[in-house]
């Protein structure tokens, strides 16, 4: 199985194929599975502008140097296979809408690898009008971040 | 409390895991796989993991954890109930090169009974045991400390990955146990049946 960046995979054809796509952490010596595409998943890829910066798979991997505006937005944390969710933190704290919604993202978290703890490849906030509960987080998980994997 | 049936997702079971112990004791290392030149970013170690999601195998089912970290609030004993509220297993963790935190261990398991769930499932680990050199605290010392407790107990390291990923294994497999009998735990009668093959995935990292 050969692993492709986000720019170079077209996830709704190869899911219109049926075939199963998995997202990889792109450390090669960790490559943890960090959440499968689904075609909702896929669906569910939001642009995000003035995005925390992320880390991004076509430079140094020690570099955070992109700001990624591709996001899966994944409303379950339970959906994810491996990830790792950091403390609230002022160092992405910004907020966003979301098109055709009138409520703000407010950034709070970042996302990491679970088993390596590389990162950022994601950040969590919490809706504008939902109450501040870990369970009523939003993740959003950077599509250049990761690697995809298909057989 | 019980297991989140999961009719249809791509998992069997979930479980809310707790790591606990005196600061200084390894309980984050317990976390990372360890892979050689690890990546670990200044800016998260400053930051904190709040908690882990993490997926593995056992007995043929796709069990999900969840990992708490307690990461650093254990100094200020502000642990709270909220923390033990739903816990299914709490990994109680010292540090085989300091005897003191073997000393706390007893207090641990009073606080974690105290506020856990009557069921929840308590593991005796001993950490860095890699560093015979240092070692203030007998393998043996641990052992019957864990009887005593009547708790099950590993020796492990987070630096040489000793018996790291076989704590999560050992304490999934008991919980399961214990909630094979309750329809919650029951298999997944829809969606996807990773026990029957499909992808042929092990585990987390293959």
């Not at chain 1, 219109?16 to 569910?44: D, G, H």
């Not at chain 2, 560093?131 to 040489?160: C, H, T, W, Y």
Request: net charge negative.
């Amino acid at each position: 199985m050969t692993s492709h960046t986000y720019s170079n995979i077209d996830l709704a054809a190869v899911l219109s194929e049926k075939k199963p796509v998995l997202t990889r952490c792109s450390f090669q010596k960790c490559n943890a599975r960090i959440i499968p595409v689904t075609e909702t998943l896929q669906k569910n890829i939001v642009e995000i502008k003035e995005a925390p910066k992320m880390m991004s798979t076509a430079t140094d991997a020690n570099e955070v140097v992109k700001s990624s505006a591709s996001f899966f937005q994944i409303g379950d944390v339970w959906d994810f296979d491996n990830i790792g969710v950091s403390r609230p933190t002022e160092e992405v704290a910004g907020k966003f809408s979301l098109e055709d919604s009138e409520t703000f993202i407010n950034i709070e978290r970042v996302l990491v690898c679970s088993e390596c703890d590389r990162g950022p490849i994601g950040f969590a906030g919490l809706s504008s009008t939902d109450l501040n509960d870990v369970k009523n987080l939003k993740y959003f998980l950077s599509c250049n971040s990761v690697l995809y994997q298909s057989s | 409390m019980s297991a989140r049936a999961a009719p249809s997702r791509s998992y069997d079971m979930i479980m809310k895991l707790l790591l606990v112990g005196d600061s200084g004791v390894g309980k984050s290392c317990l976390l990372l796989r360890f892979v050689e030149d690890k990546f670990n970013p200044s800016f998260i170690t400053t930051i904190g993991i709040d908690f882990k999601i993490r997926t593995i195998e056992s007995k043929g089912k796709k069990i999900k954890l969840q990992v708490w970290d307690t990461a650093g609030q254990e100094r200020f004993r502000t642990i709270t109930t909220a923390y033990y509220r739903g816990a299914m297993g709490i990994v109680l963790i010292y540090d085989v090169t300091d005897s003191r935190s073997f000393e706390n261990v007893e207090n641990w398991y009073q606080t974690v009974t105290q506020h856990a769930n009557e069921d929840a499932q308590i593991f005796l680990v001993g950490n860095k045991c890699d560093d015979d050199i240092n070692r203030q605290v007998s393998k043996e010392q641990g052992e019957e400390m864990a009887a005593k407790l009547g708790v099950p107990f590993m020796e492990a390291s987070a630096k040489s990955n000793e018996n790291v990923d076989s704590i999560f294994y050992e304490l999934a497999g008991i919980i399961q146990d214990k909630h094979v009998d309750t329809p919650a735990a029951a298999p997944a009668a829809s969606g996807i049946n990773v026990s029957q093959g499909g992808e042929g995935v092990k585990n987390n990292c293959c």
